[in-house]
């Protein structure tokens, strides 16, 4: 790997800022590889800042662009460790898959990741909840209408320090019109198109008052995918219930996380197709005591209510109870507080 000019300096001037929020603060360094005549050339450590892309480059025209999100955590510790990073990896490889571009190869994965990583060591917040988080991406660069992959792309990590995402327990709107992602479409890739689907039925969430939407399968419109951002669980009798995989649902490490965590437990998890009405029919009849959802950022993300378009609101009974269960158990694995039964931890050294 080779660190450019300027990165020395970067860190070395680098203060933590008091206020970090979530994903308002950059790391002063970011790592970048380029993909050209059909190999992967050196990675290199940044500065981090803006860079140069063609106008015409596939990734702003036609969203050739994937990417991941994961969190490496120093609670109490003087090296940085890593949560599940090899599931990143194969989920990057997968989206890029689905997109036809090039895989990044697990070396250069991670030798970005723990690059950007090793030199921000000294100020990932450690606080417990806080984290350095990365955001590894890989994009098309060549510029061009003909609708085929670009031939030249770029792989980067660039990473925040950042705060516990602090969402309180907010309302989720369901979204009945719009539709994030079909069976056989790009719902189970990271890529910003997803994204895409979801901005007007997410920003329409947030103007009437609640975090997010929750998004129903493209055919019935009655099956629960998930949030446009976090993967969806249900309390029912006591029971976890999340919806069930196929290619519409973005296979969350958080999601696959709760669901190990749960069973050993001691809790059921039913993964299966789940009808929106027959959940709010359980939410008004008390048999769902609860619902939440995941995700990297948050964690655990405790829900407090359903609102419908017509303007029913659908109020489970209890809110953060298992959630924050869940939450704890989890968060003190990944902060190394908790024995790592389960082999997730990645410590940096
Ligand atoms: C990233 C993401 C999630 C959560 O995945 P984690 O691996 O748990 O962070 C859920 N849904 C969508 C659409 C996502 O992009």
Redesign the pocket.
Known sequence: MDVAPGVNEALKDFVLPETLGFGAVNAPVMFSAEWRDQQWGRGRLLPYGPIEILPGARALQYAELVF???KAYCVGQTQPNLFRPE??FR?LERSAQRLSMPVVPEALFFEGVESVTKACAGFIPSRSGQSLYLRPFLFGTESGYLLRNSHTFRFMVIANPVEAYASGSPSVAIERRDV?AAVGGV?AA?TAA??AA?LRGSTAAVTGGHAVALWLDAVSHRYIQ??????FFAIIDGELHTPELDTA?????????LIKLARRLGYTVHERQMDVEELLAQIASGRCSEIFA????AIVMPISALADTDGGVFKPRETNVIASRLRDTLLAIQERRAPDAFGWIRVLS
């Open positions: 991941e999100g994961l599931e990143n989920r994030r719902g990271k997803n994204y979801s998930e949030l446009s951002g976090m993967n649902i973005l296979p969350g490490v958080t999601r696959d996380s995941c995700g990297t950022a």
